[in-house]
Each structure stands twice: as C-alpha cells, then as structure tokens.
C-alpha cells in the first residue's frame, strides 16, 4: 500500500536555528498539507499546497514558515527561525481527491 | 465554521467489552466525517471516513461509527475491546470546499485485562 514517508523521525535543533522537514507524497496525489500536534494538543492545520502553490494557510504559519515541492517528489517545510514553541510533531499528508488522506508517521521536533 | 467535540478524554474498558468513542461536530453544510487512530509513537492511521450514502461506516480492526445528522453526532464503536486497541483516537472533520481536517483533542483508549 502506498505510504507517505517523512524524515527525519526525530530532529533536535537549538533555538533560532532552521530546519527542513522532508516528506515525500504518494505520487499519484495532487493536493498536500502539513499538521502539526503540540504534546497533548489537538492536531492543528497548518498549510495546504496545491498545483504547485499554497492554497491555505493557518494563522500558525507565519512568516518564519514556508513550503516547497522542489522537485516533484518531495514536499519540504522549513522553519526559519525555530522558537521553543515549535516544537511539536509534524505531519505531512496528500491526498488525491476530497477525502482520501493519507499521513506520514510524522517527525518529531524538538526545540532547544 | 467546523469544530469537533471528543467527550472523554480518556476511555478505559475491560478486555472484550464495547468500545463507544463520542464525537459530535458542528459545521453549516453537510461535513465529511474521519475518524484516526494513533498507536504510540506512530502516524496518523485512517480508521474509517463517512462522506455520503450509507450512515453507518464500517472501518479496519472491527470498527464502525454512525454518522447522525439531527445529534451532529459520529460515534465511533466495537463491539469487544482487544488489547491491541490501546491508542489515542481522533475524530475530524472536513467540511464544504475548505480542504483542511478540523480535529477534535482526541480520546486515549486503554483497555485492561
């Protein structure tokens, strides 16, 4: 069964560094998110992309967020500036129509 | 705009006893409705989805929910618990052209021996 895969598993990163998630979607989807689960919080939406631009974005993702899909494949979400309270696990999904959304097994961030 | 409501943030059953998982939603045009389960330490898995025809969904692991228009209700259950079924579970919606999952703070399910 087609998986949606993100690495790394785990990052550790010092406070006011950058990091770059990586996701890679099933291929044949078209529409991409990144979710976000702070420790003991609901899962939060954080940005949709589509045909190759945002299509939503949250409140949550400010400036020091972005996304990319550099190269057909892979679906990246870069923290410019990491602040303590982002650390959290972050999903990625695709889909590839209104509702068969499929999650990566997420990677965990940790701000230090 | 959607939200979700899990009642019961922690749910304990007995080995073989029914599971009842309450979610109640509101949204302003018919919503579809998703129910995840995640084991520790792992993703996201799609337990069962409603999105029109029938109103009772069938899931994987014997689950199922009820989609319920006049409650705003999508209660997820099973009729005997199995150890394997501890995990934190999550209901979500998603509603009209908007794309995104609204999710409820989930609902961790342990089941004792």
């Known amino acids: 069964e087609p998986e949606v895969t993100q690495t790394p598993s785990h990052q550790v990163t010092q406070m006011g560094q950058e990091v770059i998630l990586r996701c890679v979607p099933i291929?044949?989807?078209?529409?991409f998110y990144w979710y976000r689960q702070i420790l003991g919080q609901k899962v939060e939406f954080l940005v949709s992309?589509?045909?190759?631009?945002?299509?939503?974005k949250s409140e949550i993702f400010d400036d020091q967020f972005s996304v990319e899909r550099p190269d057909g494949s892979n679906f990246t979400l870069k923290i410019r500036s990491t602040k303590l309270e982002d650390s959290a696990m972050y999903f990625c999904?695709?889909?590839?129509?209104?509702?068969?959304?499929?999650f990566g097994s997420g990677t965990r961030l940790t701000v230090v | 705009a959607q939200s979700v409501t899990q009642l019961g943030s922690h749910v304990s059953v007995s080995e073989g006893a029914l599971v009842l998982l309450r979610c109640n939603y509101s949204s302003s045009v018919p919503p579809y409705l998703f129910w995840y389960v995640q084991y520790p330490n792992q993703g996201l898995q799609l337990l069962l989805k409603?999105?029109?025809?029938a109103t009772l969904v069938k899931g994987i692991n014997g689950f199922e929910a009820e989609f319920k228009k006049s409650e705003t209700s999508f209660h997820l259950t099973k009729p005997s618990a199995h150890m394997s079924d501890a995990a934190e579970y999550f209901c979500a919606v998603k509603a009209g052209n908007n794309r995104k999952l609204i999710w409820g703070l989930g609902t961790s399910l342990a089941v004792n021996p």
């Open positions: 999904a695709s889909c590839r129509d209104d509702y068969g959304y499929t």
């Open positions: 291929s044949n989807h078209l529409y």
């Open positions: 992309f589509y045909n190759n631009e945002i299509s939503e």
């Open positions: 409603y999105t029109t025809g």
